[in-house]
């Protein structure tokens, strides 16, 4: 999904066929049905913002008062439903040491991600983080129209074959970037976060 330049129509589309990718993994696959036993969640990020350019869902779960084994009774569930080839656990809820966001998270692989495989994120937050994530989610959302929806597909169609992407840059400052401050390009980009155009 991530080498040349896309039509405006194949963005799009690669938007479209991703989301129901990911459709097929909550329902077929029963990811949506694994979780709902754990507390609320949501769908946040790219696939709730109809801005997926490649595999990667991210699933907020409201689970203030979740144990770390409980937690790890999720990722066994996962496992056994997903047959994910890696998983990664981090408790970012209970040490001052570790970045935010605080709470309880799940790195899920479902091969190499390098060759288009699925990444899952699955975060557990209290209350007022999970309501601030959706909150968060649903204002860019709202936000979004046709015009920026195109151009942060195409902008992010490129920027994820740069290595500073997810290292040095996020989704979070692409949108900032094209909603906030009208960025277009990748060298508007680029000069919107103090780096440079390769």
Not at 4 to 26: M, V
Request: aromatic share 10%.
């Amino acid at each position: 999904m991530s080498e040349g330049t896309y039509s405006d129509e194949q963005l799009l589309s690669i938007d479209s066929q991703l989301r129901a990718e990911a459709d097929d993994l909550l329902d077929r696959r029963g990811l949506r049905n694994l979780l709902q036993p754990f507390g609320e969640f949501r769908v946040v990020g790219s696939y709730a913002l109809h801005l997926m350019t490649w595999r990667d869902l991210d699933i907020a779960l409201n689970a203030p008062a979740m144990e770390v084994d409980h937690f790890f009774e999720l990722g066994r569930r996962v496992l056994a439903a997903l047959h994910p080839s890696k998983m990664s656990f981090t408790n970012g809820r209970d040490s001052a040491d570790m970045p935010p966001p605080r709470g309880l998270y799940w790195g899920i692989r479902l091969g190499d991600i390098k060759k288009g495989a699925w990444k899952i994120d699955i975060w557990a937050f209290d209350y007022e983080r999970w309501l601030q994530k959706t909150a968060e989610c649903e204002h860019l959302k709202q936000s979004l129209n046709k015009e920026s929806q195109l151009a942060i597909l195409r902008l992010k169609s490129q920027l994820c074959r740069d290595p500073r992407y997810r290292d040095e840059v996020t989704s979070a400052d692409l949108y900032d970037a094209v909603l906030k401050r009208g960025c277009r390009s990748l060298p508007e980009f680029w000069a919107n976060i103090g780096g440079t155009s390769t």
